[in-house]
């Protein structure tokens, strides 16, 4: 306790140096905050539409079809997707909520008009949930969104291939779950614009109902696509949804949370850790200037240092003052650069980051409005982290001053 007050003492010797050091600290977490802010709502945004459109949170399907999954087998759909969905709803111990679960099939086809075929993705879904996951409502650009049965919508380029438009007929053959021919006319109600090349020119999609009479699928689905409110925790979420349909004996069910579907996951989380290095790198750089004052603070001090070493106080203690000096002038400006960051975060969460010039050379599907959270565990890393880095650095100036001689430190000056 002693060493704390002679240490808080002796920060208020030179006040304009211990205000430089401490402003160097809180710049580097400030920033470092608000760096984490606008990357933590950059990778929500990746990882919010790249879910929606291709997984959800956590995948269920059948186990048969999961390892047959390129081949989009429909002979191993999920004969009841409802009941799965029901099962899913009411799983205890999920640990977040489910915000929905929508059953969804993938299939491939052949689209023809007259003289001109074409393979192509369909993709099926309740045409109202679906809005608030693939959106294609907001990327019909020409015509209307699915709204009765026998509808079909199909990117801008793919009718353009087709020499098709709004109101026209598409034709569509396909292979049936029960591996027969299934064909069916559809009128093209619209047509999408994403911008994203593989879903205009290859991509349409109808309401699940018609996939299901056009497949011979009643009730069934190739997927159950369940999104979270929170998808960090879509592995717990996982194991909670495998267990409830084991419970509501529903077997032979592959439940598996976005991070282990592809690589996808995996770039995610190097993203992140590559992410928190650049914290450790710049929280280095803004404090280095604590090295080379406390290096001056020494030498400075080298009369007082041996008067104290004279008078009997150890070298542990003299080590204890020093460090402790260092790490007082770290985490002032670390407690403050990391509540400033805190609170402009705060502030962007509410008004947002307009990148919509930034976004439109870009193909992958992302908000053009990112949102940054406040995170408070954030802040108490970046504090930890910012008194952690004015420790390292203090440490050499901190035992140069444990180990001088008394007799040749009271004579420097």
Known sequence: MRILSMALRNLGRNRRRTILAAVSVFLAVMMNMVLSGFMGAFLDSLVKNYTK???????????????????????????????VIEAIRSAPGLGTKV????????????????????????????????????????????????????DAILGKELALTLGLGVGDVLKVVTQKADYGLGMKRFTISGLFFTGV???????????????????????????VIVMLDDYRKSREASGAIASA?????????????WLDIGQYGQLVALAGGMYFWMYVIFTFL?????????????????????????????RHDILGLFMSEGCMLGAIGAAAGAMAGLGINFVLSKTGLDLTSAMQSIDYPMDNVLYPRPDALMALVLFGLGTLVAAVLSFLPSRKAATMNSVDAIKSI
């Open 245 to 257: 349909l084991a419970s509501a004996g529903i077997a032979g069910m592959s439940t598996v949370p």
């Open 197 to 223: 090349n593989d879903m205009d020119e290859s991509v349409f999609m109808v309401g699940i109902e018609d996939a299901r009479e056009l497949l011979g699928l009643p009730g069934g689905a190739t997927h």
């Open 53 to 83: 459109n291709e997984t959800g949170h956590v995948n269920v399907t059948t186990a048969g079809y999961r390892a047959r999954e390129r081949f989009m087998p429909l002979s191993e759909a999920i004969p009841d997707s409802g009941k």
């Open 286 to 314: 803004g404090a280095f200037i604590i090295a080379n004052i406390m290096m001056m603070i020494v030498l400075e001090r080298r009369k007082e240092i041996g008067i104290l070493k004279s008078m009997g106080m150890p």
């Open 99 to 150: 915000r929905l679960a929508a059953a969804r099939i993938n299939f491939g086809v052949v689209l023809s008009s007259g003289a001109n075929s074409k393979t192509a993705m369909a993709i099926a879904g309740d045409p109202e949930i679906e809005k608030s996951l693939l959106m294609f409502d907001h990327s019909v650009k020409e015509g209307s969104y699915l709204s009765k049965p026998g």
